[in-house]
């Protein structure tokens, strides 16, 4: 690359932007028809750096996305108390996409030579290649539209916001410990193989990934046989890759707030807790979820000891994992294992070279409370 670097900015901005810089923060608002204090907000809440009053950074472009924000408000498809928050919402998600194309671009141009002695060539590239990026996103977006707009018409009635559904945790066992023993160039290979593995197997039972927190992807499912497939196949394929770090999974059943394309609330908490103590390659499941999987003979569960986490007292999960042959008796049947889950009945064997619990079921001398 030569020494003009500030030209070549000068030409991807060009490019990118759709013009020139030519307005003011004040005037993209006045031009907009936005109140000026609104529309600072709304810069603010995309993730932009604030600038000042008299600086000229904005372009045709910017002028044209504030006025059509505006129009969406006014036309009642957004409400006017959320509209810093779904601003927020897109700006970092498209701000990680950025940041991805943007690494990915310039390992294009380090694979080829030629083009780090011409800005010009560089601009051409970008040039060429900003509308096939367009077209790609584009139709994901329509994509994912379309299979939302499917679930919401198939259930009107459900509120899409707040909803029952499973969600789920898995993540890396001794990851810190692994980043201390790897460098970035293969750090990076794990985690992109991780993610690759997790997203194939999440979207190939259903499921959807709500993000990739580092070492750990955390999905939803609507049924709890999809979570648990999912769950079940990601821990059998990570074993199978000697590549990949063992993982832990943790999984919760129940209402959950679906917010800006995140989940909240208590069932997303209970699923992290259950990740924390599980073992490697062992699944977690809470009561709810493990009263649902009881009478799928594809699946076997094991009640495991209570145990005390950050919110939870005694907490009581059980151990899912595929039916196998073995001894009658061994485990709990299903109408004791839900009655084990709610607490009624209990009977806790040593455990087994697995680190889980068999459990047996035999009558209470006395109540026990129910979490």
């Known amino acids: 690359m030569t020494d003009s670097s500030d030209e070549l900015q000068q030409r991807l901005e060009r490019i990118l932007l759709g013009g020139r810089r030519k307005y003011t923060r004040l005037e993209v608002a006045e031009r907009a ?21 008299d600086e000229v950074v904005f372009t045709d472009a910017d002028v044209e996305a504030m006025r059509t924000a505006d129009q969406l408000v006014q036309s009642g498809l957004i409400d006017p108390s959320i509209e810093v928050s779904v601003t927020r919402a897109l700006g970092q998600h498209l701000s990680r996409l950025a940041e991805w194309q943007v690494d990915m ?40 539209l379309a299979a939302y707009a499917g679930r919401a018409f198939a259930a009107p009635d459900e509120n899409l916001e707040t909803r029952t559904e499973i969600v789920g945790f898995v993540d890396m066992v001794g990851y810190t410990r692994l980043t201390r023993q790897i460098d970035e160039d293969e750090l990076s290979r794990v985690l992109d193989a991780f993610e690759l593995l997790a997203t194939e197997t999440i979207a190939e ?15 939803v499912a609507d049924s709890a046989t999809d979570a648990a497939e999912i769950a079940l196949a990601l821990t059998e394929r990570t074993s199978a890759d000697e590549t990949l770090p063992s993982v832990r999974a943790g999984m919760a059943s129940g209402r959950v707030l679906n917010r800006f394309g995140d989940v909240y609330g208590s069932v997303v908490n209970l699923a992290a807790r259950l990740t924390s103590v599980a073992r490697p390659g062992t699944i977690l499941v809470d009561r709810e979820l493990a009263a649902e ?66 459990v047996t079921a035999r009558p209470r001398r006395r109540r026990r409370r129910i979490l």
Do not use: C
């Not at 936005?34 to 604030?50: D, I, M, Y």
């Open 205 to 219: 039972h259903h499921g959807r990934v709500v993000k990739m927190i580092g070492d750990e992807v955390l999905f």
């Open 293 to 358: 999987l009881a009478d799928e003979k594809a699946y076997e569960l094991r009640v495991r000891r209570p145990v005390t986490v950050r919110g939870y007292n005694r907490l009581r999960p059980a151990a899912l994992r595929r039916a196998r042959d073995v001894p009658t008796g061994a485990f709990a049947s299903s109408q004791h294992l839900a009655a084990e889950m709610l607490g009624l009945t209990e009977s806790v064997a040593p455990e087994d070279d697995t680190g889980e619990d068999a």
């Open 105 to 144: 671009l310039w390992e294009l141009i380090k694979a080829q030579p030629e083009l780090g002695r011409s800005e010009r060539q560089v601009a051409r590239l970008v040039d060429r290649l900003l509308p096939e990026l367009e077209r790609v996103q584009n139709f994901v977006w329509r994509r994912h």
């Open 33 to 53: 028809g936005v109140p000026e204090e609104r529309s600072r907000r709304l810069w603010r809440a995309l993730g932009f750096a604030t600038v000042r009053d």
